[in-house]
């Protein structure tokens, strides 16, 4: 195996290792209950980081045996691939730029406002045809009974800093002055006129404000924030995966100037 041989199966191996974070961040992200509801949402990090996977894998093998077809095959599908990540990149930064939070004083937590974000997030993900699906499935998730285990008293929920889906699904808006009894349980609005969601509340377990726009805007807050996170694991292995493909196609030139040469020699002696 030659000098550029033994770099093009290092760099795979490399791009190999670099497929194993995003497949968690996919995975990572699949595991949110928010995610969880939206399929649209659930899997594409984690499929991304199996085909990364399975593609640096055939490039090695042709690195390492010399199987010309197998190293332009990868060379090809990872140019693909990385094409495939950035738009993946680009797309949700674009789409997750605008923040629909403010604060509320004398409360640890923020609300949200669901047309603070993007139009594509509130047409395709939030739409009312989606919706209902979305609520039932939030319905039976645990966000919010897990909040009476974590808060018993008022100054202790008031200070607490929930999660976006929490904060809009979970309890009434601020604005509408009702009453605390317990994380799930409100009473007595002073101003039901405030928002409408406010007469959108309900205290049955099974309805709370999964109907109002502000759970709709947690949800969005939700997908935000896990995104931006997941999106810094991914800038830096798409540098990486870049990175390593351009030094793989050198090699992978320079591999076949050396077998030409090879094939040159031979044909003199």
């Known amino acids: 195996m030659g000098v550029a041989n033994n770099i093009t199966a290092v760099l795979n191996f490399v791009a ?44 090695f093998v042709g690195a390492y045996w010399y199987k010309e077809t197998l190293l332009a095959f990868y060379l090809c599908c990872m140019a693909i691939l990385i094409g495939l990540l950035l738009f993946l990149l680009v ?24 047309d603070g974000y993007s139009s594509w997030l509130r047409n395709h993900i939030v739409d009312s045809k989606s919706w209902n699906k979305i609520r039932a499935c939030l319905a039976d998730t645990d966000v919010c009974p897990k909040l009476t285990q974590q808060y018993i008293t008022a100054d202790q929920f008031f200070a607490a800093h929930i999660s976006p889906l929490q904060s809009g699904c979970c309890k009434p808006p601020t604005i509408c002055g009702y009453t605390f009894v317990n994380p799930t349980l409100w ?23 999964y109907n109002c726009n502000s759970c709709k805007a947690g949800l969005l807050g939700n997908l935000r924030r896990e995104w931006r996170k997941a999106n810094i694991i991914l800038i830096v292995a798409v540098v990486v995966l870049i990175w390593v493909y351009i030094i793989a196609c050198s090699a992978f030139r320079n591999a076949q100037t050396e077998d030409l040469f090879r094939h040159y020699k031979r044909g003199w002696t």
């Open 16 to 59: 190999l290792l670099c497929s194993i974070p995003i497949i968690a961040a996919g995975i990572w992200l699949a595991s949110k209950p928010d995610n969880g509801c939206i399929n649209l949402f659930r899997w594409p990090v984690a499929l991304l980081g199996f085909l990364i996977l399975l593609v640096s894998l055939a490039g």
């Open 91 to 114: 797309f949700a930064f674009i789409v997750t730029r605008p923040d629909g939070s403010y604060d509320v004083p004398g409360r640890g937590y923020k609300e949200y406002r669901l």
């Open 187 to 209: 009473t007595n609005p002073a101003n039901p006129s405030g928002d409408p969601d406010c007469y959108l509340w309900s205290n049955d377990q099974s309805q709370l404000c």
